[in-house]
């Protein structure tokens, strides 16, 4: 990008961020001034109920958007905002992690209102809530029900891939199996054809059918175009050698040529070399240090070391997330360097020291580092050490990365990975990982330079 478009970006960024500050302040204040002696909100307008409740929302303050929603849906049944109403309350539940609530919601809005966009995102929501609660047969039938109803649906190739996958978490292999074969078929050509049999090659490596495991591999690699589907051919090459090592092939993972910029190739590069980590850059120059800086140097040892977190994994999340921006903030109202949702920051404030924390101070440089490290400590112990599902979880929230993880078997790096099943989460986790192993290679624990590193692999830029 050209420095006067990063410069745009980056103003466009920092003032939608700012609007919606300014106007969370302004209807919070709005709300507090106006409680009756009850505490109860006055009837305002429908369309002023829904934007306070879309602006709550926005910075993930579910009470407070349930409460203008439930006002709207009292006060003006037959409005037309009445199905954002519905979904907005569904899935406010859904990101409390009470899915039960949330099915209840769905439930209401697909039945009253099925044949609207909102009636259809509720169905599928439902499914998805009911991944979540393991009840995986009947997320089958949620889904199955989707692509009956609405066969030329927004949803349908995600439902059909979901129908896969909950078949196949129910131990219905047979009849997920089926499924792929309907799926590739319906969709062939197109990216779900390769989603399907990406689905089936992670089922015979859980079922450990290492011989089917690679003939679907072969199969996928025999001149399958990967463009816009979950898989990429070194992901395809990193589980097919997986799946050769369990028949005995020692070299598997030595075909595989080694890059320090691609996730799966480093992996087999450690797996070549018995569980070494191999150095994949060939020596250090100035653009790594000025591509992969340490900063806010003081605050992340200070708040890592305390919690045994490493520093340069905060490092490689803060590259991502925010670009080293501490007024950053996302559509989705993450904050600061880290990027922190105020109803996650919430859980760890006391922990962290901030009793009293408040939206604005996750832009607070040392606040936001506290809150993080105390944050990946708890997924550390969560997810036993793994990296990346520490990734996933700060990307997609810990019941996906733990349902990813109870999928996984054997608990590998590269298997894990695969079973990520959000693309945006999944290409998330390779540019963490790839930061943090670049990080690991330029710094020490103490984020000292390390210097020449030699090698006889060279990273490819």
Known sequence: MKLAALILTLFAFTAIGQTSDAA?????????????????????????????AETYMANRLFPQAREHWAIMMREYPDDAGITKALFGTGRSYMWERDYAKAVEWFDRLTRDHPMTKDGREGLNFKGASYVRMNKH???????????????????????????????REAGKYDDANKWVATTVTKFAGKPTEINAMHARLRMEIFRENWSGAISVADSLLAGKSFSGSMATADEIRYLRAFAQSKTGNTNAFSAITPSATS???????????????????????????????????ADLLR????RKVDPRFMLAIMKQESSFRPNAKSPAGARGLLQFVYDTAIKYKDTAGYRNLQPDDLYKPS?????????????????????????????????NALRW????????????????????????????????????????ENLQRRGILNSKFHILN
């Not at 030329?152 to 979901?162: K, P, Q, T, V, Y």
């Not at 708040?303 to 305390?306: C, G, L, N, R």
């Open 263 to 297: 996730y799966f190739s480093g992996l087999a590069a450690d797996r070549a070399a018995k569980g070494s980590n191999v150095k994949l850059i060939a020596s250090v120059t100035p653009k790594y240090y000025s591509d992969y800086p340490v900063m806010f140097q």
């Open 137 to 167: 047969l009947e997320a089958f039938k949620t889904y199955e029900q989707y692509t009956v109803m609405f066969p030329d649906g927004e949803r349908i190739e995600s439902a059909h891939l979901n129908i896969i996958d909950s078949l």
């Open 24 to 52: 969370l302040r302004r209807i919070t204040e709005a709300d507090r001034a106006s409680r009756d002696a009850s505490g109860k909100l006055p009837v305002l307008s429908a369309a002023e109920h829904l934007s306070r």
């Open 303 to 306: 708040e890592a070391k305390k």
């Open 367 to 399: 606040v936001n580092i506290a809150l993080g490290a105390e944050y990946i400590r708890f997924l550390k112990d969560e997810f036993g050490g793994l990296y990346e599902g520490i990734a996933a979880s700060y990307n997609a929230g810990e019941d």
């Open 405 to 444: 993880l109870n999928r996984s078997k054997p608990k590998d790096p590269g298997i894990f990975t695969a079973e990520v099943g959000f693309a945006e989460t999944k290409n998330y986790v390779y540019k963490v990982m790839t930061n943090y192993r670049i990080y690991r290679e330029l710094y020490d």
